[in-house]
């Protein structure tokens, strides 16, 4: 492991997930690895999955047609829909599941995307702003098939509690 | 209508009751204490959380007590401890391609 900051924030009221990490590298480099779709394929799909992507067009209006692909072979399709892309610091999208032929399936609610970039001492930040209409459709998104054995530490629970408070 | 723990996080009063039922169980009158709402809006939430499955009624002589179904409450972080670890995946492999690329530029 690297001293390089991993954050995650679930903030249950607004049903926002917030997502930092700092990456060892220069900002026109990440900033490919999340817009150019031979290099998102490389990482996005969390392994045992693939990530297959079978169109993408980077620009405002434009749509990333993928899929998660598991080891069996079963795929998952998504869409992203670019809403605003300003280089090399910040772009939006909404996403969506559909079926391999680009349908929109409604029954999985989309959420939108908002991920902003920027370098420090050749340090770049992406800060990941991930809004869910219901945070049950966030559980419906790890059903999908993300999920890993997990221990539940009581630590844990005492600061779940302790947000809970607030 | 489905009823999930996700629903019963949603309402600021419902958090507040689980934290109070969290430390001891108690009577509906001794949770309505603790609000500025009436007595059925605390009985209203109670019925939801126990819909949800988040909170157990015991009897003790005349009184009902509620207190916190801990197990539930631990789904909760369970499910997200499950999307952090997608993401701590995902991004340890941007770190490996990233890597790749500094090293083949050199």
Known sequence: MNNLLFDFTVDKTAKQVYVTKEFNAELPLVWDAFTKQELLDQWWAPKPWASKTKSMSFKEGGRRFYAMVSPEGQEHWSIQDFTSINPTTNFKFVDAFTDKDEVINSAFPSSEWDLNFSEQNNTTTVKIIIKHKTLAAL???????FKEGFTMTLNELEILLQQLKK | ???????????????????????????????????????????????????????????????IYYSLQIEKMKEIDKWLSQYRKMWETRFNQLDNVLSTIKKKKK
Do not use: W, Y
């Open chain 1, 139 to 145: 559980e419906q998104i790890m059903q999908m098939g």
């Open chain 2, 1 to 63: 209508m489905r009823r999930d723990i996700f629903q019963a996080i949603a309402d600021p009063t419902r958090r507040a009751i689980i934290a109070l039922i969290a430390l001891q169980a108690m009577t509906p009158n001794a949770i309505a204490d603790n609000f500025n709402t009436t007595r059925q809006a605390v009985s209203k939430h109670l019925r939801i959380l126990t819909e949800c499955e988040l909170v157990k009624q015991e009897q003790q002589g005349r009184e």
